[in-house]
């Protein structure tokens, strides 16, 4: 079992916290995601677990095996924590051949000529390295010496792997390329994975859980579709997606339910959501709407909300378009289909309708409650 606990650690830099009591439970074969805009210690949190930063508190298990307890005088050093990290530069050898490279830790750990040959041959064909053995890594690309590192990382066959934002150096095709590469491995092996990154399609794509921090604090925990479509805060809906979702502040005018929001953008518009449970009459609240959960028309249609198109981006298959409410300043972003928005012209009217979202305290940003996950649009009253 390589399940991770980590407990109450805390990490400071002189004056600053980087990581606030941070507690956490990694399931045995889990791939969970640490996300977070820069300096929200994520890295930090992670070179706390693999011993290159020692916290000033807390404590740290690898399975039923403590690896880090100040209060008890216990800090197992890096190289014996049995875990494999890759960083984000790759730190090959450049005077070593690929298969040097790979074959290091397992001549370290003074194991037969041919054994060390045969491990580093299945991890060759695993990785799609046959062929690359003699070169060099000055003569490979960058996806290339990512595979060699991830390669040199596996084939010591740790308990756990730990990645620092190992893409963020390719161009975005091959690292969708090797994300594809890197879930597979982690299905094919089943090692416990912790994953650092900023980019928070690499962690919905890569996944099983994510981890939302910001300032050293968690602020969510949850598989892809939890953080996304129930975030905790208005800060993690604000900072998963892209595009980033619509948030548009409103005050509750009836309780409910259902509960009646009228928009402060836009106070002749009200939206009526299906509701479970009351909200607070005069409350002001932040309506969280994904761009992709906005219908709209080009004719007038009661209960929607009127907009105008300030410009549309073709993606491709899809296309995101810009807008702002006609009775206020609030700007909108839709996503849909191509076909249905390269036609809008700037200056156009439209007509919104919300499909789901998630209603926000105003005051604390704490979530309160979501609508609409039964498919059904919500429009305006």
């Not at 606030?20 to 990694?26: A, K, V």
């Not at 709209?296 to 300030?310: N, Q």
């Not at 979530?367 to 009253?381: D, E, I, K, V, Y």
Request: aromatic share 8%; with cysteine; net charge neutral.
């Amino acid at each position: 079992m390589s399940g991770i606990t980590i407990r109450d650690v805390t990490k400071r830099f002189g004056l600053v916290t980087a990581v606030d009591r941070f507690s956490l439970d990694i399931e045995d074969k889990d791939f969970l995601t640490l996300l977070g805009p820069s300096g929200c210690g994520k890295t930090t949190t992670l070179r706390c677990l693999a011993g290159l930063e020692e916290p000033d508190e807390g404590e740290i298990y690898i399975g039923d095996t403590c690896i880090f307890a100040p209060s008890r005088g216990i800090n197992v050093a890096s190289g014996k924590r049995n875990l494999g990290l890759v960083f984000q530069n790759y730190a090959l050898w450049p005077h070593m051949t690929v298969f040097g490279n790979v074959a290091f830790g397992l001549r370290k750990a003074k194991l037969p000529k041919q054994e060390v040959r045969r491990k580093a041959d299945k991890i060759f064909n695993l990785l799609g390295l046959d062929g690359f053995q003699k070169r060099y890594p000055h003569e490979l690309s960058g996806g290339q010496q990512q595979r060699v590192a991830v390669a040199r990382m596996i084939v010591t066959e740790p308990h756990v792997f730990l990645f620092d934002e190992p893409l963020s150096n390719l161009d975005a095709k091959l690292r969708m390329t090797l994300r594809s590469e890197l879930k597979r491995m982690h299905r094919m092996l089943g090692a416990t994975t912790v994953y650092v990154t900023h980019d928070q399609l690499e962690a919905m794509t890569l996944s099983t859980h994510i981890v939302v921090m910001d300032e050293g604090v968690i602020q969510q925990i949850g598989t892809p579709s939890e953080v996304y479509h129930f975030p905790a805060n208005l800060f993690v809906a604000d900072f998963m997606g892209n595009p980033r979702a619509n948030l548009i502040p409103a005050i509750v005018k009836e309780a409910g339910p259902p509960a009646v929001l009228t928009l402060k953008a836009d106070p002749e518009a009200t939206c009526s959501l299906p509701t479970e449970h009351p909200l607070v009459e005069n409350q002001e609240v932040v309506l969280n709407v994904r761009p992709e959960d906005i219908l709209f028309t080009t004719t007038k249609s009661e209960g929607a909300f009127p907009a105008k198109v300030h410009t549309t981006l073709p993606t491709g298959a899809e296309c995101l378009t810009y807008g702002r409410l006609v009775a206020g300043d609030q700007e909108i972003v839709i996503k849909g289909p191509e076909e249905a928005h390269i036609c809008l012209e700037t200056n156009q009217e439209i007509w919104l309708r919300f499909k789901r979202g998630n209603i926000f305290e105003a005051a604390s940003g704490k979530t309160l409650l979501s609508f609409g996950f039964n498919g059904r649009p919500m429009g305006a009253s």
